[in-house]
């Protein structure tokens, strides 16, 4: 059974405090991996798919990154807006396009 | 270009009652999704769907029904609603094998 498992559940921050969400997986065949940023009230919004261990993307002051087990979503210099759930997905080869969601990491940035 | 659209934003059922949450998209996108996330969860699957016609169940799919007869809508139907189905419920579409996007949620309260 494929598991995604997100660490910290919460992070405070102070403005320009660089950190790191972490996001392990076990799932068999991994298709891709798809971070999504969600505000209160608000459905998830598409941030970054990963397809391979190495690849890394980036956006502002978000860059994620993947290995064979792990995922990590660094965040630079935040900032207030950037307080936020972010959630971490993977889809298998053989169950198409279906997401396996994590629990999701709360993110608050103090200014 | 409006996404996808949910309908209603909100609405509190009795033991017992039905109703429909409906799902629309323009995008013309052939996946759409069901999903619901109950408070500091992930979001679960319930139904999807491939293109019009064919349907399939999720992860938690006991006590919902779908149908998809266009490309355009994908209404989820609550029977007989339980407490236990109070969420807050997701619609999503995508093109093959690309990001879901996701629209603004129903959030649904059961008592």
């Known amino acids: 059974e494929d598991q995604v498992t997100q660490s910290p559940e919460a992070l405070r921050l102070q403005e320009g405090e660089s950190s790191s969400l972490n996001c392990s997986y076990t799932v068999s065949g991994l298709r891709g991996l798809f971070w999504y940023r969600q505000d209160p009230g608000k459905g998830p919004e598409f941030l970054f798919t990963l397809y391979s261990a190495g690849e890394e993307k980036e956006k502002e002051r978000l860059k994620a990154t993947l290995t064979k087990k792990e995922s990590f979503l660094h965040i630079t210099a935040p900032k207030p807006e950037d307080s936020a759930t972010y959630l971490c997905a993977v889809t298998q080869e053989t169950s198409g396009s279906r997401l396996t969601f994590g629990e999701g990491t709360q993110l608050t940035v103090n200014p | 270009n409006a996404g996808v659209t949910q309908t209603p934003k909100f609405r509190i059922l009795k033991i017992g009652q039905s109703m429909t949450l409906q799902c629309a998209q323009d995008?013309?996108?052939?996946?759409m999704y069901w999903y619901r996330q109950d408070p500091g969860m992930g979001l679960k699957l319930i139904y999807y769907s491939v293109g019009a016609g064919i349907t399939d169940k999720g992860e938690v799919p006991n006590g919902y029904n779908v149908s998809r007869s266009t490309t355009e809508y994908f209404p989820l139907r609550l029977e007989l609603a339980a407490p236990s189905q109070t969420s807050v419920y997701f619609c999503a579409s995508e093109a093959y094998r690309t990001e879901a996007f996701f629209g603004q949620g129903t959030r649904l309260t059961v008592v």
């Open positions: 995008m013309n996108h052939n996946y």
